[in-house]
């Protein structure tokens, strides 16, 4: 059982920087890769970033690329560090573990575990 809780999110000038945590709790942290996740207004949840087990292995949506890097620590935590933020870029942002991921971890249902998620609005 894992047990995850954002934080970090807040309200922000576009071209500004905010860094969201994921803590994690449970014994088998190590066992699962940990993605970003966000879900704007009126869309449906979009894949943003994943972290490997190890942390040796990430990928991004093309729309974060370069401007959110993941990281993860011993500590249980999964940080999302975002720069360069976008009025788009506006969503609720999601933690998620799971066990198996399929392709690249883009697909909501591989992962078993949602923290409740924490709100980012980027202002012009």
């Known amino acids: 059982q894992v047990q995850l809780e954002e934080s970090g999110g807040g309200l922000v000038q576009a071209g500004g920087s905010l860094r969201l945590a994921c803590a994690a709790s449970?014994?088998?942290?190590?066992?699962?890769?940990m993605a970003w996740f966000r879900q704007a207004p009126g869309k449906g949840r979009e894949f943003v970033a994943i972290?490997?087990?190890?942390?040796?292995?990430t990928h991004y949506a093309d729309t974060v690329q370069g401007r959110f890097p993941i990281s993860r620590e011993n500590t249980k935590t999964v940080y999302l560090q975002m720069k360069s933020l976008k009025v788009e870029d506006t969503a609720i942002y999601f933690c998620?573990?799971?066990?198996?991921?399929?392709?690249?971890?883009?697909?909501?249902?591989?992962?078993?575990?949602w923290g409740q998620g924490t709100q980012v609005t980027v202002s012009s």
């Open positions: 998620a573990a799971g066990r198996s991921i399929t392709s690249v971890g883009q697909w909501s249902s591989d992962y078993e575990y």
């Open positions: 449970g014994r088998t942290f190590d066992d699962y890769h």
């Open positions: 972290i490997s087990r190890t942390g040796e292995i």
